[in-house]
């Protein structure tokens, strides 16, 4: 294991004392004592200001923050930056009495300036205070690059961020392993003192996901600090063994130096600045909107109840009499769990169907090659305050791009939106909200005022749901399965037993949702295949595999990736039969899956159905686990076990041949 010693010299001065608010700056000097204008400044790292106590009489139209690099506020040369609230706003549109605010400079870092005033204009400061030269300012300690003992455990580089947090930057881990947390503690991580470091996503998933070459940042929970505990790493809970760990040192006189744990203020959720606002889904989802016509601009307003990864998508419907999905132009926002911040991209529905990269077919973002777009909307802020989701972008009235369609003025035109999980490739996940059935939704954005009523997050936010346990089959002899489709059951489905967000539809094998299986080495296995054989509609076309990716879907997949997938069974595709869901039908409604699935209807497309079939000799070289899959598509299946002889017994649930497989993958590197 890696032990890094970090230590900081300590210089005694007033100037850039730690605080829990960051290095103070200095206090705000009133120019306009009619304004009222008070609060102490502190640097909480490069890029943040702390402003404690803010006092604002609020009696003037025009004020914001503003950072100059002049020696003097009125001598500004235009060179500054306006910076905006955390809701976007660039003005202080209210009265604030002794409030305290978090501000991020949207360009250089805080040193670069040497002012931050309230202000109008550069003949009308309202205050300012001095940013001296000399400041100390608190900032992260890289611990470098890392490589743990399994399931791919690695980091390009490992930082300790503040007082509180740890940053993973080009984070991998398979998420194979059950029952897996970030694991820190102030001895070692076998020693009883050791504890579980929430992961950023608790939903759609309650065990540790799977990271890609991601960037995750970890909280310590309650009191704790980095001065408490001496490493960090992957801990497989029920067999109390280690992934790997990177441990550290840090004293309490060290974290001087790092920045201060600084969230933002709790303040109440303001109304929408923009000229309108539509309720799209009541106490859910509102779009608020601004029309420029002068500068061919338009913003548009996101504010919803949603959770972290799950995407808010509005825009203009794919038909101009209806709301139609196929043919829409939208936006799509959500915060990213990995690092809390907001992202936007401009999408384009083709298919209902995932998004197929290398043909662009699907639930696409326009800038993918194939697609042939550009993404043309900027993302202009973004943040969670008291439970809501409020991000803003801008996008032209009317682009060049063809894939984008012009929002017209001149009258109500017919919307689509939908809320939804954005799966592990960064893209969407078929939608769990959107309008119902048969309802068009339309919007006027040359109206000149409408206002939405307020949003506000429910008191008690119920924690991600339990998945469905669901049974194995356990195959005895030359057994035969039956492989059809059917929706994926959400958190309670796919989502929770798999541990990643899927598409929406998933592999149902003889009538049981993506349950592992249990084959013997030696032994012969027919597949009779319902899954979909038209090639000439991606949604409707889903080969059946078996290959050693927990993601499948190898037509989607970069050649680079294509060589690092070993196929055991080549794809087969069959006609169609699926169940189906009746409209309003809700997965988290039920505790088993038995009772979810009797309200299912089973329906083929074809009369007389004649199944494919896929033929698989397991041979000795199998590994012990692959997985079936749809070829066209990811994240459609799940586990099959290989061995060679007969689990020894005939059920077996999910979580303990889970456990099982996690043993013999751990015993070998035991701490």
Known sequence: MERLLISFMLVAQVLGAETEYGSLVGNFEDEATTNNIAGTLYAADDSRLYIKGFTFDGNSACAAFYAGTTNNPQD??????????????????????????????????VKDYKWLSVRCSSSEILAYVFIQSDLTVPSPTSLGSFTGTQHSFRADNIILLNSKQIRFVGLHYDGRGPGAVFWTGPDNPRAGTSFEVPHPSSNPVTRLPRYMDDTVTVTLPGDFTLSDVRFIGIWCVPFTASFGHKTFTVSTRDETNLPPMVEPPTEAVPGTDLDNCQ???????????????????????????????QYMAFGISGSTTETEMVGSDVTVVW????????????????RRSQCIPN???????????????????????????NGVTTIKVTRSLSTNDPKDKPFDLSGSVYVSWAIGFINPTGHTAKHDILPSPRRNVTVNFGLTSSQCPALKAPEDVPDAPEPWEIEPIVADGNDTFVAMIGPSGGQKGYQGIANQVGWGIA??????????????????????????????DPSLYHPFYISDKLDGGYIQKEASEQREETIYAEPVAGPRCEFESSSGLIPEDYDQFADYKARLTKKCYVDNPQPAVLTWKVDKNTPDLVYYQCYQHRFFGWKIHVSDSAPALSTISVMSMTLISCLAMVLAHRI
């Open 279 to 309: 309720v799209l889904k009541s106490e859910m989802f509102h779009i608020a909107w601004m029309a420029d016509m002068d500068n061919n601009m338009m913003t548009l307003e996101f504010r919803g109840l949603v959770a972290v990864n």
């Open 76 to 109: 500004d040369d235009g060179s500054g930056v306006v910076i905006p609230l955390a809701s976007g706003s660039e003005i202080l549109r209210r009265p604030y009495q002794t409030e305290d605010l978090l501000i991020t400079l949207p360009t250089r870092k």
């Open 507 to 536: 592999w149902y094998i003889n009538d049981t949702l993506i349950p592992e299986l249990h084959v013997r080495r030696g032994n012969t296995y027919r597949f009779l295949i319902f899954g979909g054989d038209d090639e000439s």
């Open 335 to 350: 915060i990213d769990p990995n690092d809390s911040t907001a992202k936007a991209s401009d999408y384009y529905l083709s």
């Open 359 to 385: 043909t662009g077919e699907g639930a696409c973002p326009d800038d993918i090659p194939a697609v042939g777009g550009v993404n043309d909307v900027e993302l202009i802020s973004g943040t969670t305050t």
